[in-house]
């Protein structure tokens, strides 16, 4: 073998290592984002699901969103005169829309059996990546009972 045969091995080589290590370390970011991506999807699932589950079970309440968490505080359950509290989600950053929430966060009183409750604009963002979010409404509503 010459020295010219083993540099165009080596180049050869190391060309090809260059392509698989791109092609690797591009897939492993891409794999990365997309689960964020679903992870917000999924707490925006969760979050939709047990706001609805709490606003037909209990006749009045709270509804809490602060920056780092989201809450229902005061729930009085149908017949019962007891109230409780049940923290639904933590660990996201939480805003409404492109109005950031303050460290007070907000409160939506639901007092009636009628009572909707609509949010137009609710945005989760990853802690991770925070220009990483989605936005979604988040409504819930309960059967209109006749008298």
Not at 24 to 43: F, G, M
Not at 44 to 50: K, L, P, R, V
Request: aromatic share 8%; glycine share 4%; with cysteine.
């Amino acid at each position: 073998m010459t020295l010219v045969e083993v540099l165009a091995t080596l180049l050869l080589v190391t060309l090809v290592t260059g392509l698989i290590w791109t092609t690797i370390s591009i897939s492993s970011r891409s794999s990365v984002l997309e689960t964020n991506k679903l992870r917000l999807q999924q707490e925006g699932n969760y979050i939709s699901t047990e706001i609805l589950r709490i606003h037909r079970t209990c006749k009045e309440y709270e509804f809490v969103i602060t920056p780092n968490n989201v809450s229902v505080e005061n729930c009085q359950i149908e017949k019962s005169q007891d109230r409780k509290r049940f923290s639904i989600s933590e660990g996201f950053i939480y805003s409404m829309g492109d109005q950031m929430i303050s460290p007070e966060g907000v409160r939506y009183d639901i007092e009636a059996d009628f009572e909707d409750l609509e949010i137009e604009k609710f945005k989760i963002i990853s802690p991770e990546n925070t220009k990483l979010s989605i936005t979604f409404p988040l409504i819930a509503s309960r059967y209109k009972r006749s008298s």
